[in-house]
């Protein structure tokens, strides 16, 4: 383009110094050409610069929805994350729980086990009638009716009484780790006694003379409790005299022993 308007311009000089009109006709022509590629250069930069506009307005605009995504994308990011940490929490608790519920299981089956045996031992004492081997509010009982160990309104032991007592020592001091407790309990009647005001007393006096028989026999006093309920804990109905004679009973209760009791915490 320069040369273009070089040779216009040398044309123009050399008509001031009386060129011929031909030769001054093809300078305007040359000219004319000029302007139109000076025009045409110019809509081409124009047009080169609207649509470089246009490429950057779409960049940012592009740039503008990447960074929006880049945060929704952080923001997903971070939910996951805490999503998965609380994932990560409910299975450490689940597992906890599986673990307990093992536990408890393996416990239960143990339980089993003992009372199974328990019955084993005491099967010879159980077919003649002097006890009964049972399970109540989960515990393991062994369960002597008063008929056999005492009189009426007694609480010193029969003769009777105290044999079937050696016997069941025999029997408990081999259950290693177990604690024992020995409880009275009695019928709804007042007791009508100079010694007993009331069935607490009689119950409690049964219950002690029992547990002190057990010692003398060879149980680890240590392993033994004594209690009275008197008639405030019946397994029958007091309004019949089967379920009298029932509540007239010493229980001696196999207490849990730690592994069978509740965790707490964690």
């Known amino acids: 383009m320069r040369r273009h308007l ?53 960049l940012f605009g592009e740039n503008t929805v990447m960074k929006a995504r880049l945060v929704a994308l952080g923001q997903d990011l971070s939910k996951l994350k805490t999503q998965a940490g609380a994932m990560v929490e409910d ?28 019955l084993n031992k005491f099967k010879a004492m159980i077919d003649s009638g002097q006890l009964k081997v049972e399970v109540r509010k989960g515990r393991m009982i062994v369960k002597m009716s008063d008929k056999i160990l005492f009189d009426p309104g007694k609480d ?12 069941v020592t025999k029997i408990l001091v081999g259950i290693q780790g177990r604690a024992f ?28 003379n029992v547990t002190r028989f057990m010692i003398e026999n060879g149980m680890d006093a240590a392993r033994l409790s004594a209690a009275g309920y ?8 007091n309004s019949t005299d089967d379920g009298k004679q ?17 965790s707490f915490g964690d």
């Open 181 to 208: 407790q020995v409880a009275g309990h009695t019928d709804n009647v007042p007791i009508k006694s100079k010694k007993f005001r009331s069935n607490w007393e009689l119950s409690t006096s049964r219950a002690v």
């Open 91 to 118: 299975i450490s608790s689940k597992e906890k729980q599986i673990a307990e519920l093992l536990k408890q299981q393996e416990a239960q089956k143990k339980r089993a086990a003992m009372f199974k045996d328990l």
């Open 230 to 237: 008197g008639e405030f804990d019946p397994v029958g109905d």
């Open 6 to 58: 070089l040779s216009a311009f040398t044309a123009i000089a050399l008509l001031g110094c009386g060129i011929p009109e031909e030769q001054h006709q093809a300078t305007l022509d040359e000219l004319k050409k000029v302007k139109a590629e000076m025009a045409a250069d110019k809509k081409s930069c124009s047009e080169a610069k609207a649509d470089l506009d246009k490429r950057n307005k779409q």
């Open 156 to 167: 010193d032991l029969k003769k009777e009484g105290k044999a079937a007592l050696e016997s």
């Open 246 to 262: 029932q509540n007239r009973r010493i229980e001696i209760t196999l207490m849990p022993s730690l592994e069978e009791l509740p």
